[in-house]
């Protein structure tokens, strides 16, 4: 795995050299407003870009028929709200030229929506402030995106033969779990011998974890009654009150027990937080002058590697349980609870591992600072390739803030060096012919 420095150094240039076409790129896919969903658009530029690096290009959307029977997959509230018709992934295979490992470099198309009135500019169109690029998707991902085109035309340009092939995706629908993207792109048969997701972890840092993440749903019985003769019902909004409680309970608990450095290693203010639980909806009631007969609580909860989906999934109906038990209408009319949505498992790439290991030399080389092994706080596509696969799955991606925000950016230099990285572990981890 000998790669000269001319080489590098040939391909840098060319990096450089194509510095206002990867932002004009950039800026091109944040116009396509791909919010979950609505992905058609951004998927037309992105097959159109890998047609010009001169890739056959695969188009297909994804089949819940299939998917339904794996265990990676859940229901997700896209699927649910508008289905995967007119959703296509968008694969493409560059061969090398010889036997070298093969790497899937994969971004998803998708963003989340926006508040208009918060930002200080058009969230779809892409704002050049000196160094900072902002706009939705400018950092998640789609910045990183763009990177990784560019990493692949710099190498084209600099005549770099590689030796192992090169697997181009872009996928649909991370934002609400992944798996009519990535997971459909591995089940169609794009398993690289490890896989490269620009996420925005801000290089030298690298993404070696995810968090696992579920939404649940409680339903709260009650017994509607007139006000008046309140006596006659039983306030569901009480007793979901203390369903509440515990469950906040159980999330201090769970916080005092569980512990993973590398998720709060670039981000000290989670320390302490690395798993949550979250209710974030309580829907119930009628009218001011009726008893509330039903509630219903929704939350997530998300935690770093260490627990599987079943054992958190246990505390939980174990949290409700023990409420129950101890009152006595909630004892003869139990809560109800389903999972629905988010059911994602928590992954973990060994640091070991060759993939961590060429992306954190290829970071701190281009950035000239020391990087960190990270992640674990946040559910993400990585986990498919390893948890179903066991491809291992790393995140190098470039600076950003305000991801799921307003004002989301990145920056200029962090793009470039992200690009550069990139072309260094597609070369160190492909091989390089004759070189
Ligand atoms: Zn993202």
Request: negative net charge; contains cysteine.
């Amino acid at each position: 795995m000998t790669v000269s420095n001319q080489t590098v150094q040939a391909v840098d240039t060319e990096i450089e050299r194509l510095e206002e076409s990867m932002i004009q790129f950039l800026s091109t896919l944040v116009e396509k407003r791909t919010v979950t969903g609505n992905e058609r658009a951004g998927q037309e530029v992105m097959a159109n870009k890998f047609e010009s690096l001169g890739a056959a290009v695969d188009r297909w959307e994804p089949n819940p028929e299939r998917l339904r029977g794996h265990s990676g997959y859940f229901e997700t509230s896209t699927f649910e709200e508008v289905g995967y018709g007119g959703r296509p992934n968008v694969g493409a295979r560059l061969d090398g030229v010889g036997e070298g490992n093969s790497l899937g470099l994969s971004g998803h198309i998708d963003v989340v929506s926006v508040t208009e009135r918060e930002w200080d500019s058009d969230p779809w169109t892409l704002v050049r402030d000196d160094d900072r690029l902002i706009g939705r998707g400018s950092c998640d991902m789609k910045g990183g995106i763009a990177a990784y085109v560019t990493a692949v035309e710099a190498l084209q340009a600099a005549n770099v033969d590689l030796e192992g092939d090169l697997v181009l995706q872009s996928t649909i629908e991370e934002e609400a779990g992944g798996v009519g993207g990535v997971l459909s792109a591995l089940e169609r048969g794009y398993r690289p011998d490890a896989a490269v997701i620009p996420e925005p972890l801000d290089i030298p840092h690298i993404g070696t974890a995810s968090a696992g993440v579920m939404y649940f749903r409680i339903t709260v019985p009650g017994r509607t009654a007139h006000a008046g003769r309140a006596y006659a019902g039983v306030n569901a909004l009480d007793k979901a009150v203390l369903l509440l409680q515990s469950l906040n309970d159980l999330d201090e608990t769970r916080k005092g027990r569980i512990d993973y450095p590398r998720a709060y290693r670039a981000d000290r203010r989670l320390e302490g937080h690395v798993t949550n639980l979250n209710i974030g909806v309580i829907d119930g009631g009628e009218w001011p002058s009726t008893v509330p007969g039903e509630v219903t609580l929704e939350g997530r909860i998300g935690w770093p590697p260490g627990e599987t989906r079943e054992q958190v999934r246990k505390e939980i109906r174990r949290t409700i349980s023990n409420v129950a038990t101890r009152d006595e209408w909630l004892a003869e009319h139990p809560p109800e609870l389903s999972w629905f949505g988010w059911q994602a498992e928590p992954h973990e790439v060994p640091l070991d591992s060759r993939i961590a290991r060429v992306s954190k030399t290829a970071a701190e080389d281009v950035t000239g600072n020391e990087g960190q092994f990270v992640g674990g706080h946040a559910g993400m596509d990585e986990r498919f390739y390893k948890n179903y696969y066991d491809i291992n799955a790393v995140s190098v991606g470039p600076y950003g803030e305000n991801l799921h925000g307003p004002n989301e950016h990145t920056t200029v230099t962090s793009l470039t060096d992200t690009a550069k990285t990139l072309a260094r572990i597609i070369m160190y981890y492909c091989g390089v012919a004759s070189d």
